[in-house]
């Protein structure tokens, strides 16, 4: 702003220099006053192309982000790690081919051996499953490329990790797909459909990397905190430099014509200044229906009232769709001018999600008549509906009926503590009070002395529900699906549901993203506010977190939290090894442990297949731990997860 004071002051003094000049002529008469005159001359001159040059180039507005509420945050895809490792592979091959670099240099080995690593392990794994191998056997099978007919599959394993380049890839402008590349497709397409996986063609490609989510942190989804503002839009910025040039052109060759166009320049800033756009208006927006099912369409309506006493010659509003929702048809925009007590209506589409989603504040944006400036800023709705509840409903089938236990040790367990029950525990020695019907009276008679008998107390187990909402948890089957730990949310409170109505107390919490935990407890309250917490997005919210988590430190936050009888039950995509390792370390502190695992990768591509089969070794590397594991698929309805009992 300082800036700009400066030479607006000596604008002014011109002005009116000029302005005195012209009123009295004699007052230019002699030498002094044409030497003033003709410095004047030529510095408002130099300042009018100064000025033009800096209106051009320059803006005091900084960048302003706004939200995009056409789609929800992106997520990476599962196996993208890999795609981008087959990338690096074909970069730094083509590059060799084009500068005549060694082939099998230091530099191009260290990817080869990463993606021949997890390949080899993922084999070795698959062909225990699925034929009996042992890991010698297997790896046996997998050096002598007699685990499979498909010869690019084969000689991945058996052929070596520098495969000789064709003689087209030295060619300009050719980039054909490397052997090594080729090979390890074909040896993950293999693995995948003994796995009777939905596997891919063997000739497929790999998608592009830039299709698979980049997982980077996106910051805020809805930025608001600097609001409201008002901005220039940059329309006149033209405008006013044609007019400055023009002004010191007229200046320059003295054509007063010229000079006076500098008037229509200041007088459009002017206006800009004086009068700040703003927009006196109303909101109501419905929601048909109120409460669907996951997956229906919602149909949203948002009418804009002008209950001001002047015109908005220009209004753009963009409707705060909740970033756990996507827009199916029609448009969240409005861009339309409003008289004095007129509205207008717009209509979109939503798809619904599991989850209770609360409307962000809708922003409003007024331009000016001149389209000089605009001001940005949020506006409530008035009238109508501001969130969207979805799925997280009780449980409709029979309390009553039988049905699989929800944990992996049902019923009472021992507490760790001594007293009254009628399970024998120990002897002690007789205490005054003790009652006289747990005195050992064949203990008297033998030995003489008084002996009191304990007991191992009954206790109904009690168990955590934990979600796994670390930022690499945060991954989805299409970039804009929805993540692995908002499916973990709807299954978290199956899980606790189903438990609650056993009668089992059951407590809350989350690895990574918010800070969500509640005690172990039962009670109809308690129920509502495990499905307050799970349903909305403060414990488990869409947007991925922008730290990576600590499991060792994760791990000990929840054993400070945790009593050693508790029972937990995990909830994670087991997309990393980092997944694995938060489990086996609950476990290892003493409680016992079951996973529930939402599948969210798409093994119908190369780079989803890959992960798929990660995601299996990990399974099974639980298993092999005497871990229960309850591989869920997410499309599949939450009422079903519930009969054929959701928790293992």
Known sequence: MRRRRIPTIVGLLAISAGVLLLALPELGGGLLPRVAATLLTVGVGAAAVVLAARELFDSDDPELRLPTPESRPQYRVPGAAFAERLDRISTVGRRAADDADEWDGARERTPRERVYASLHELGVDVLGRTDGDTPGAAADRLADGAWTDDEAAAAFFADGLCPPLPRRASFPLVRPELPVVRRARHAVAELAERLAANAPDSASRLAPVETMGDGAAQGEYWPTAELPRTRSTGRTRRVAVAVLLASAGGVVMGVPGAVLTAAFGIALAGAARIWEPTADIELTRTLEPRTPTPGATVEVTVTVRNVGETTIPDLRLLDGVPAGLSVRSGSPRLTTALRPGTERSFTYALTAVPGTHAFESPLVI???????????????????????????????????????????????????????GVEFDSLRAYRPGDPASRIDWHHRAKTGDLATVEFQEPRQPRVAVVVDARRAAYVAATPGNVPAPRHGASAAYSVADRLLDDGVPVGIGTVGAGDCWLPATTGEAHREAIRTRLAGDAAVPWTPPEESTQIREAVDDLTARLDPDVQVVVVSPLCDDDGVDLVRQLEGAGHGVSVVSPDCTDPSTVAGAYAHLARENRLSTLRGHDIPVRDWDPTTPLREVQARGAAV
Request: proline share 4%; charged share 25%; net charge negative.
């Open 366 to 420: 007024a331009g000016d008549f001149a389209g000089a400036r605009e001001t940005v800023r949020t506006v409530a709705v008035t009238d109508g509906h501001d969130s969207l509840a979805c799925g997280f409903e009780r449980r409709s089938d029979d309390a009553s009926s039988p049905r699989e236990q929800a944990t992996q040790m049902p019923g009472q367990q021992k507490a760790g503590v001594t007293g009254s």
